[in-house]
Every structure is written in C-alpha cells, then in structure tokens.
C-alpha cells in the first residue's frame, strides 16, 4: 500500500530564509509524486511533481524537490521564504503505475508554513 | 487556461437534508473524482469515476452517497441524508488521457458544506 509521511505538521522560518518541508513516501513501484499548496480558504494547487524523469524537480514560485529513491524522501525547498509563501503544504503520492490503478492520491497530513518577517 | 469549477463554493444545510455539489471538469478529460477535507485535517479520496462508472471508492463513500455525470459535462456528488460529520470542503478533480498522463489531478477551489 502506498502511503506519505509529512514530517512537521508546521514550520516556522524567517521571510528571506531557506526553506525545508520534509516528506517520506511509501510505494511499492515507482510512483508518481507531487506537492501542492492550499493557501487560506483556496483550492489545491500544484506546485510541482516527479514522474520518472530528473530527479530535482523544478517548480513554481522558486520552490524544487528532490526525488531520492534510496531514502524515500520528496523534500521540498526554496533557497529564500516569502511572506506570500505562508500556506499548506501537501506531499501527494499517485498510485498512477499500478496495474489497477484510478488515478487517486494519497495525500499526507500537510505542513503549515509560517513566515515570520 | 482550463480549468475544474464548482458550484456553489459555499453551503449551509440542515442534517437529515440532501444536498448536490457540483462540478464542471475540464472538458477533454475522462477520469474524475471527489476528495474531502475536514477543517484541520488532510484531504481524503472518496470516490474516482470514469467510463460512467465508479471506478473505485473509499471506505468514506458509504450507501448515503453517489456520484453522476448527469449530461457529458457536470460531474455532480449528491449526499443524501446529510450528517453533522459530513462537513467539510469537497474538492473535484479531472484528469486526462490515461496512457499519456502523469498522475497529475487537476482540482476545484472546493465547495464548503457546513451542516448544521
């Protein structure tokens, strides 16, 4: 079964900080990983996703992750916070890959991320 | 760009009452689904539709709800007997072509049903 580990249920940086948002992953074949974002009372947004191709993926905002398969880990970064960074935060396994697969995700607790100025 | 909506963004029901969410994917897209999120919790998978059929559901989707692609383009969930736990924020989601695709959903802003 497939399921995703966020590490800190929240974080607190200073804006002009790095950033570190951890997430394990469990998956019995390759899978498919993403981040999203929720900002206060908006909808899921993507931030970015590895599918098998570079390992260091790019996303929006400044923000990339990297994709390390021997410790299972989909960490999210970004060099420098800013104030418009504070949200939720979701790592996101796909069961995309399976032979039975729908497609669905498995989402992890979240990190709140908070940006002090 | 495209995109998933959803109506209404917010409703206020009273227990025991039915209420349809709806949903309008993305045009081209065949695969759909409903999530939930309870206030301060993570989102959870409920239901996953293609081919004009549940294609498979959690344990969350019990006999009180359903899901119908009523006219090719609405992708409505309907709770039929509302409880006090079934508020949440419900988020649908469309993807695209199976085979050529990467996993990626793509989501609503959500509607909020808050029961009362």
């Known amino acids: 079964a497939q399921s995703v580990t966020q590490l800190d249920s929240h974080v607190s940086v200073s804006e002009g900080t790095p950033v570190l948002l951890r997430c394990n992953y469990s998956s019995s074949y390759s899978p498919s990983l993403f981040w999203y974002v929720q900002h206060p009372n908006k909808g899921l947004q993507l931030l970015l996703k590895y599918t098998s191709a570079a390992t260091l993926v790019k996303g929006i905002n400044g923000f990339e992750a990297e994709f390390k398969k021997s410790e299972t880990s989909f960490h999210l970064t970004k060099p420098s916070a800013h104030m418009s960074d504070a949200a939720e935060y979701f790592c996101v396994v796909s069961d995309f890959g399976r032979s039975s697969n729908t497609g669905k995700l498995i989402f992890g607790q979240g990190t709140t991320l908070q940006v002090k100025p | 760009e495209p995109e998933v909506t959803q109506t209404p963004s917010h409703q206020v029901t009273q227990m025991g009452q039915e209420v349809i969410l709806h949903c309008v994917p993305i045009?081209?897209?065949?695969?759909f689904y409903w999530y939930r999120q309870i206030l301060g919790q993570k989102v959870e998978f409920l239901v996953s539709f293609y081919n004009n059929e549940i294609s498979e559901k959690s344990e969350i989707f019990d006999d009180q709800f359903s899901v119908e692609r009523p006219d090719g383009s609405n992708f409505t969930l309907k709770i039929r007997s509302t409880k006090l736990e079934d508020s949440a924020m419900y988020f649908c989601?469309?993807?695209?072509?199976?085979?050529?695709?990467?996993?990626?959903?793509?989501f609503g802003e959500g509607s909020r049903l808050t029961v009362l």
């Open positions: 045009s081209n897209h065949l695969y």
């Open positions: 989601a469309s993807t695209g072509v199976w085979w050529a695709n990467t996993g990626e959903l793509f």
